[in-house]
């Protein structure tokens, strides 16, 4: 008994040093939603693509800064749902096509964070 406790213990170490470690990014299962459905595309980037792309993609993080892109709304689509070889990974099967749109969108608006 004494050694589970003494693993368990460890467990949120091991977690937190394995974040770190410089393995390439898998995309996560996401509930998938209908087409037609409004998602709560703030959540979803911070859940999701916040990981990577800082302050909510206006900074850039381990990936790049998404406010103000230069990149068209195909790249974009195309980066999402294929990703980048050991940068990002692809989520064309976790997210449908209205989610990128909704995603796109949400790149496309973002401004400078107050305070």
Same mark, same amino acid.
């Given at each position: 008994?004494?050694?589970?406790? /003494? &693993?368990?213990? *460890? *467990?949120?170490v091991m977690l937190a040093g394995s974040l770190g470690c410089g393995a390439p990014a898998q995309?996560?299962?996401?509930?998938?939603?209908?087409?037609?459905?409004? %998602?709560? %595309? =703030?959540? *979803?980037?911070?859940?999701?693509?916040?990981?990577? =792309?800082?302050?909510? +993609?206006?900074?850039?993080?381990? +990936?790049?800064?998404?406010?103000?892109?230069?990149?068209?709304?195909?790249?974009?689509?195309?980066?999402?749902?294929? /990703?980048?070889? +050991?940068?990002?990974?692809?989520?064309?099967?976790?997210?449908?096509?209205?989610?990128?749109?909704? &995603? &796109?969108?949400? &790149?496309?608006? *973002?401004?400078?964070?107050? +305070?």
């Amino acid at each position: 008994m004494k050694l589970n406790n /003494g &693993i368990m213990s *460890l *467990l949120p170490v091991m977690l937190a040093g394995s974040l770190g470690c410089g393995a390439p990014a898998q995309a996560q299962p996401a509930t998938a939603a209908p087409d037609d459905t409004q %998602v709560d %595309v =703030h959540q *979803l980037f911070a859940t999701t693509c916040g990981w990577c =792309h800082s302050d909510g +993609g206006r900074a850039a993080g381990k +990936g790049p800064q998404l406010m103000d892109t230069k990149r068209d709304d195909e790249f974009i689509r195309n980066r999402i749902k294929n /990703g980048k070889p +050991g940068a990002m990974p692809a989520f064309g099967t976790t997210f449908s096509d209205a989610q990128i749109d909704q &995603i &796109i969108k949400y &790149i496309r608006e *973002l401004k400078r964070s107050e +305070g």
